[in-house]
């Protein structure tokens, strides 16, 4: 159960209600994610592995970690590491993950809350669960998000932005059949507490069994659901998704090879669906992304390796070396 919920969701401010001759966009694919291990060995699913990057920009990468109860010793994270070029955005379903970084950003992030860092020009950061969690064990879930920066501000100052769950715009469905944790972006007017570099609107949603969801869509915006939980289907044709998938819907501007965007995306639940659902203004422009660095040219990745070796991405704070 996530962490942030309502007993009422009409007690909410509404979406509004599907009108009938406004187009839905159809479903271009499903796919369901691949499995690994990230940091010092916590297992993900690698959501947007399965799909050509032109139909994700600008999203270059998005992990759900756990969902998993860890037994006492059993919690890790990822030790200090560089980056450069991008946008990491962790969003805490249920449990507790601990941010430091060489700007001097960071706190505790915890069942429902948020952490966006700007990597921008470079930036060393370090996420782990505090060392209560690793010593009592406890449920862990989550998902990290890479927010691609186009190359004007890639080399921007790094910046830290700490969302707390109570800072999180909550919306219902018109029926209020489902409700919406919205992150940041505009969604019917109502927007979200995060400060983004690159248009986007991110959001997760809450279905109860048989609740239909449909929301109005940019049409210049991509837009991709990804299945935490449950079972359900997505698109004016009801293709099938289940915990662990990511549907890709069509549209998103005029690029070649795409139909023009609809105007809503619907999401219907069999049974309780828990559901990511995500888009952005495609930057369009050459992405070179090796390792912990998102970039426009291998020459550019070979700065930015070369930038961390000489110790220029910043220094570890000298009590937490």
Do not use: C
Request: glycine share 14%; hydrophobic share 40%; net charge negative.
């Amino acid at each position: 159960m996530p962490a942030v919920t309502v007993e009422n969701p009409l007690t909410l401010p509404r979406l509004p209600e599907p009108v009938a001759a406004a187009p839905e966009r159809k479903v271009l694919a499903v796919e369901t994610a691949p499995s690994g291990f990230e940091g010092e060995g916590f297992p993900v699913r690698r959501a947007l592995a399965a799909i050509k990057p032109e139909y994700l920009d600008p999203f270059v990468m998005m992990d759900q970690m756990g969902e998993v109860d860890y037994a006492a010793g059993e919690p890790k994270g990822t030790p200090w590491h560089p980056h450069r070029g991008f946008e990491t955005v962790t969003y805490m379903i249920d449990g507790v993950m601990e941010h430091l970084d060489s700007n001097g950003g960071g706190g505790t992030i915890t069942n429902g809350d948020t952490q966006w860092m700007t990597a921008g020009a470079g930036i060393l950061h370090k996420e782990a669960p505090p060392e209560w969690l690793v010593q009592q064990g406890g449920l862990f879930h989550g998902i990290q998000l890479w927010v691609n920066l186009p190359g004007a501000k890639k080399m921007i100052a790094p910046k830290y932005q700490d969302i707390g769950s109570t800072n999180v715009a909550l919306l219902s469905s018109h029926d209020g059949g489902a409700l919406v944790r919205l992150i940041a972006g505009d969604l019917a007017g109502t927007v979200g507490p995060g400060s983004t570099q690159t248009p986007i609107t991110l959001l997760h949603a809450t279905l109860s069994p048989g609740a239909r969801l449909v929301m109005p869509w940019r049409k210049d915006f991509n837009a991709l659901a990804y299945a935490l939980s449950g079972r359900g289907t997505v698109g004016s044709e009801r293709r099938p998704i289940a915990g662990g998938q990511l549907a890709v819907f069509d549209g998103f501007g005029n690029r070649p090879g795409l139909t023009t965007a609809g105007e809503t995306i619907s999401i219907t639940a069999k049974d309780t669906l828990e559901v990511i659902v995500l888009g952005g203004e495609p930057i369009g422009e050459p992405v070179a992304h090796y390792g912990p660095f998102v970039m426009n040219t291998r020459e550019e990745l070979v700065q930015a390796f070369e930038d961390f070796k000489a110790g220029r991405l910043g220094t570890v704070p000298a009590h937490h070396a």
